[in-house]
Nanobody
Framework: QVQLVESGGGLVQAGGSLRLSCAAS????????MGWFRQAPGKGRAFVAA????????SYADSVNGRFTISRDNAKNTVYLQMNSLEPEDTAVYYC????????????????WGQGTQVTVSS
């Protein structure tokens, strides 16, 4: 069992930056591919970024590529999402995800979800 707790969300102006963190419980964190998804009001949950268990491979949605960076620190059981050049369209609840088979770019591969953290970008 893996428990995920996100933090770092908030309100930011367009063009600003935020860094989300996701702290994971369990001693086997380094075995899990990880990812971030987001859900805007009235929309489904969408892929944002994914990272392999070792951190050596990453992938991004086209809408965030070049602006967001996913990383992980297996010694701290934590995965991060650095978000730069934020746009109002990035407003959503952001969810951390863990799975057994990567890359985590589809929800059907997710085994564990965090509770979500709200990111609001004002224009």
């Amino acid at each position: 069992q893996v428990q995920l707790v996100e933090s770092g969300g908030g309100l930011v102006q367009a063009g600003g930056s935020l860094r989300l963190s996701c702290a994971a419980s369990g001693r086997t964190f380094s075995n899990y591919p990880m990812g971030w998804f987001r859900q805007a009001p009235g929309k489904g949950r969408a892929f944002v970024a994914a990272i392999s268990s070792s951190g050596g491979s990453t992938s991004y949605a086209d809408s965030v590529n070049g602006r967001f960076t996913i990383s992980r620190d297996n010694a701290k059981n934590t995965v991060y999402l650095q978000m730069n050049s934020l746009e109002p369209e990035d407003t959503a609840v952001y969810y951390c995800a863990a799975g057994r088979v990567g890359p985590l770019y589809i929800t059907s591969r997710v085994s564990y979800w965090g509770q979500g953290t709200q990111v609001t970008v004002s224009s």
